[in-house]
């Protein structure tokens, strides 16, 4: 598959790159899921230390990465793919807090780098406390919701 070629080089760019501070790298959503659509986003997620504040720094900072890489997704619109690169950019202890982004990534993620199984621990974690609660994720058609709570009575406090 095209798309596998381009996660081996965003992975080998990516540690490149950001060197010792990076810390995870995953894909999820579709291309997690293996079922994309030649117009599907690559959604990852980058955990590195040290990240600047603020998204925009934090893109800027991936910029050098994206550039290197837009050949090699140039090259898939000749074969019918159109992949945008969608990537989410978090600190270490940004994790640790929880996300609500990691409510799919529990199922649905595809870990490529992960540096002393940080984000798989983190996953197992976070999987762990849905589990406690009783969550699922509730499936209607191509589309999904999360009832975190399937039990929940007025006035609790829900906390993963």
Same mark, same amino acid.
Request: charged content about 25%; glycine content about 6%.
């Given at each position: 598959? $095209?798309?596998? !070629?381009? @996660?081996? #080089?965003? +992975?080998?760019? #990516? ?5 010792? *501070?990076? &810390?995870? /790298?995953? =894909?999820?959503?579709? =291309?997690?899921?293996? +079922? $994309?659509? $030649? ?6 997620? /980058? &955990? ?16 050098? =990465? ?14 019918? @793919? ?8 978090? +600190?270490?202890?940004?994790? !640790?807090?929880?996300?609500?982004? @990691?409510?799919?990534? +529990?199922?649905?993620?595809?870990? @490529?780098?992960? *540096? ?16 406690? /609660?009783?969550?699922?994720? =509730? ?10 709570? $399937? ?8 906390? /993963?």
């Amino acid at each position: 598959m $095209p798309l596998d !070629q381009i @996660l081996k #080089c965003l +992975t080998a760019l #990516c540690r490149e790159h950001y060197g010792k *501070r990076l &810390v995870s /790298l995953a =894909v999820f959503g579709s =291309v997690g899921r293996g +079922t $994309p659509r $030649p117009d599907s986003d690559v959604d990852f997620l /980058l &955990v590195v230390e040290d990240l600047p504040n603020g998204r925009m720094a934090r893109s800027a900072e991936f910029a050098a =990465v994206e550039s290197s890489l837009a050949p090699d997704l140039a090259a898939l619109t000749k074969i019918g @793919l159109h992949p945008e690169l969608s990537p989410i950019f978090k +600190t270490p202890a940004e994790i !640790q807090q929880g996300s609500p982004l @990691l409510l799919d990534m +529990t199922d649905d993620a595809h870990i @490529l780098y992960d *540096r002393g199984d940080f984000l798989r621990r983190e996953l197992q974690k976070f999987s762990q406390k849905l589990k406690k /609660l009783g969550a699922q994720r =509730v499936w209607q058609g191509n589309a999904w919701y999360w009832d975190l709570k $399937p039990d929940y009575k007025r006035g609790e406090i829900i906390e /993963l």
